[in-house]
């Protein structure tokens, strides 16, 4: 079954204190990327990755670290997370090919609070 | 500021009958539009999408419809059922030379009443 995973869905930390959330598929995606959702914003991009080792800012970076070490997985790290940061995490990936943009899958969410 | 706009934060129709979600645009690089669904506590579900260089797009109940004049791209969900209730964004692409990015609007909620 094609599916992205994300874990973990729930989270709750304190500020400051680093952590990572992981996220895989099994399509063999050249393209994932990490989205936050915020009531009245819709989702926003933070960053995305094109490829392996490809990896590229979107709307709203700061704070965020991603990586790109194998294609399957496109962990997103808070270094030091603030309270801002508390918000509904999305992973996805699509496969891009000569132009046209294929289904994009998303995982199940992961909701983060940063006390 | 807001690239894409989705202006009605919700949408009532009677089953049976047309939906139309609408969506505008601003910048002018992008290049390929898509519309997704979703329920709560669940990831977005793509629905259907359509290129820059089309002005039409159809699958089964859905079409969307491009006007690259006027920035503006609209889905129609005919016809309706209680189903098709949830949340739906409309999502702008860019490409090439743009970057990748994808910029969604924020969100039109769609009751479909029994």
């Known amino acids: 079954e094609a599916q992205v995973t994300q874990n973990p869905r729930y989270l709750i930390t304190v500020t400051g204190k680093k952590l990572t959330v992981t996220c895989s598929q099994n399509?063999?995606?050249?393209?994932m990327s990490w989205y936050r959702q915020d009531p009245g914003l819709g989702l926003r991009q933070i960053y995305y990755?094109?490829?392996?080792?490809?990896?590229d800012k979107g709307d709203v970076p700061e704070g965020y670290k991603v990586s790109r070490k194998e294609k399957r997985n496109f962990p997103l790290i808070l270094e030091s997370p603030s309270p801002n940061q508390t918000s509904l995490y999305f992973c996805a990936s699509s496969l891009y090919t000569s132009g046209s943009w294929n289904t994009q899958y998303f995982g199940p969410g992961t909701r983060l609070t940063v006390l | 500021d807001q690239q894409v706009k989705q202006n009605s934060p919700s949408l009532s129709v009677q089953e049976g009958r047309i939906s139309i979600l609408n969506c505008d645009y601003t910048n002018s690089m992008f290049d390929y539009f898509l519309w997704y669904k979703k329920y709560p506590a669940e990831g977005p579900t793509f629905l259907i999408s359509?290129?820059?260089?089309?002005d039409k797009n159809e699958d089964g109940r859905f079409t969307v419809f491009l006007n690259k004049s006027a920035k503006h791209l609209s889905l129609h969900i005919v016809p309706s059922q209680p189903g098709d209730s949830a949340v739906y964004f409309c999502?702008?692409?860019?490409?090439?030379?743009?970057?990748?990015?994808?910029?969604f609007g924020a969100g039109t909620r769609l009751f479909v009443k029994a």
């Open positions: 399509m063999n995606h050249e393209y």
């Open positions: 990755s094109m490829n392996v080792e490809v990896t």
């Open positions: 999502a702008a692409k860019t490409g090439g030379t743009g970057g990748f990015k994808t910029i």
């Open positions: 359509i290129s820059s260089i089309k």
